[in-house]
């Protein structure tokens, strides 16, 4: 199946499903929290962070479809994220995806409170899956801690306390990391939970999720400088534009090298990341 085939399926799989779990209740004395959510949910993303948990159990030869709640749940933890980053008191970005941003849109306390609601609301639709208690115990541990002060959030302070200070390649690659790979990493490990696979299997799954996201988050500065005069802290302001290309390449390399210890086909999962690294735009 091609890739971008395989991306339009799950991607329209998702659409309908977070749809499903969010309806607009336009009856609700809340409802414009719910248009909010909806808004921002459905304003054009890629879908990547589901599309990696689909993969990946479909590397592992499970059904795909008993983790679309789990997939979900990272979305919407993905879409608080970016709402919260928009914030005036965050990166104060006026747009997302070429459509104003959620407090540009409706307001900034919506917009506050409406990160606040997809993130509180994630959990609760990973513990109301139909996968085990032990299973949904472990990925709640897991995407908890990806998001918290030693991933997301951790990534955003050193971002944020950054801004005034000299560029350095350190905090551009714990910002990276914690900011972008964290979450990548955590879709393959739920993956590899679902489907029981083995220690080893898992730090295999995380090490491709690291770099992977991590050449991604770069690749992205790439692009931006070729369509953007913004000034700020990136791959290419620190390494040069040739180098970035570089190290995009040397971790994307790391990162297929990691699927290399699975003792399965991983081919999906290479023209995923194929795709990511080497898109355009």
Not at 51 to 61: G, K, M, P, S
Not at 85 to 90: A, E, I, K, V
Not at 172 to 189: D, G, Q, R, Y
Not at 264 to 272: A, E, P, Q
Request: glycine residues 4%; proline residues 2%; aromatic residues 8%.
């Amino acid at each position: 199946m091609l890739i971008e085939k395989y991306i339009q399926e799950k991607s329209h799989l998702v659409d309908k499903r977070l749809k499903e779990l969010i309806p607009l209740n336009p009856g609700s004395l809340q409802k414009e929290l719910f248009e909010a959510a909806n808004y921002s949910l459905h304003s054009g993303g890629k879908r990547l962070r589901p599309i990696l948990v689909f993969a990946a159990l479909e590397t592992f030869h499970e059904d795909p479809n008993v983790a679309l709640d789990i997939a979900c749940a990272i979305e919407m933890i993905h879409t608080y994220s970016l709402i919260h980053d928009d914030l005036p008191c965050m990166d104060n970005d006026d747009m997302r995806r070429n459509k104003p941003s959620l407090h540009k849109a409706f307001s900034e306390w919506i917009a506050l409170l409406t990160g606040d609601y997809l993130l509180t609301y994630s959990f609760e639709v990973i513990a109301n899956s139909h996968l085990s208690d032990a299973k949904k115990v472990k990925i709640i541990s897991v995407i908890a801690h990806k998001i918290g002060a030693f991933g997301l959030i951790g990534g955003q302070y050193v971002d944020l306390s950054s801004e005034n200070e000299k560029a350095d390649w350190n905090k551009l690659e714990f910002m990276h990391i914690n900011k972008t790979a964290s979450l990548f990493s955590a879709c393959l490990e739920c993956s590899a939970i679902i489907a029981d696979r083995n220690e080893s299997e898992i730090r295999s799954l995380q090490n491709f999720g690291k770099n992977l996201g991590f050449a991604y988050q770069i690749v992205d500065d790439i692009l931006d400088y070729e369509t953007n005069d913004e000034e700020k802290a990136t791959a290419v302001s620190i390494l040069g534009f040739e180098e970035a290309k570089l190290k995009a390449e040397e971790l994307f390399e790391k990162a297929l090298s990691s699927l290399s210890t699975l003792p399965l086909s991983t081919d999906l999962l290479k023209n995923l990341a194929n795709m990511l690294i080497k898109r355009k735009s």
